[in-house]
T-cell receptor
Framework: EPEVTQTPSHQVTQMGQEVILRCVPI?????FYWYRQILGQKVEFLVS????????KSEIFDDQFSVERPDGSNFTLKIRSTKLEDSAMYFC???????????FGSGTQLSVL | RKEVEQDPGPFNVPEGATVAFNCTYS??????FFWYRQDCRKEPKLLMS???SGNEDGRFTAQLNRASQYISLLIRDSKLSDSATYLC?????????????FGSGTKLNVKP
């Protein structure tokens, strides 16, 4: 069964450093998302991406965050200058059509020290 | 008002019990409905989509009541492996783009 893959599974970084989280969505999917989840809390929307542009972003997705789909297969989330409060599990997700079910990657656990 | 609301639980039930979770959504324009299962420190995994006519998959039954804006999940003959958090997820158009709204999840503990 096709799946969304994310790398790395764990990332430890120092505050102020840049991190890039990588995702390969399911190949025929058209809609891409990043979510994050702080331990014990709910899944929070960060950004959605369709037709090579951001379609919506949340208030969490400030100027320190950016997304790219550089080559038609990878979908990356960059945090330019990490803060302690960016520590969370980051999930990439994709869907074939807008209202259809989301498929999630296994996540990247980001720890900012 | 939250877009999707769920009872956080936890629901502590013995093996073999039947348990039901409820979820309400605030926007009547919502168009797709799902139950996801999430194990601790893992990604949400689709359990089932929810259709207006109701649908069943083995021990799991989902119901949708559009008039009351209410979704339910029934688990029969609970297994220890059913212990997880169950997320209610709703999709609707927002600014011409489909957006998913997540409930905070209902935690289920199935005890031997």
């Amino acid at each position: 069964e096709p799946e969304v893959t994310q790398t790395p599974s764990h990332q430890v970084t120092q505050m102020g450093q840049e991190v890039i989280l990588r995702c390969v969505p399911i190949s025929n999917h058209l809609y891409f998302y990043w979510y994050r989840q702080i331990l014990g809390q709910k899944v929070e929307f960060l950004v959605s991406f369709y037709n090579n542009e951001i379609s919506e972003k949340s208030e969490i997705f400030d100027d320190q965050f950016s997304v790219e789909r550089p080559d038609g297969s990878n979908f990356t989330l960059k945090i330019r200058s990490t803060k302690l409060e960016d520590s969370a599990m980051y999930f990439c997700a994709s869907s074939y059509r807008g209202p259809e079910k989301l498929f999630f990657g296994s996540g990247t656990q980001l720890s900012v020290l | 008002r939250k877009e999707v609301e769920q009872d956080p639980g936890p629901f502590n039930v013995p093996e073999g019990a039947t348990v039901a979770f409820n979820c309400t959504y605030s926007n009547s324009a919502s168009q797709s409905f799902f139950w996801y299962r999430q194990d601790c420190r893992k990604e949400p995994k689709l359990l089932m989509s929810v259709y207006s006519s109701g649908n069943e998959d083995g021990r799991f039954t989902a119901q949708l009541n559009r008039a009351s804006q209410y979704i339910s999940l029934l688990i029969r003959d609970s297994k220890l492996s059913d212990s997880a958090t169950y997320l209610c997820v709703v999709n609707r158009l927002k600014n011409n783009f489909n957006k998913f709204y997540f409930g905070s999840g209902t935690k289920l503990n199935v005890k031997p």
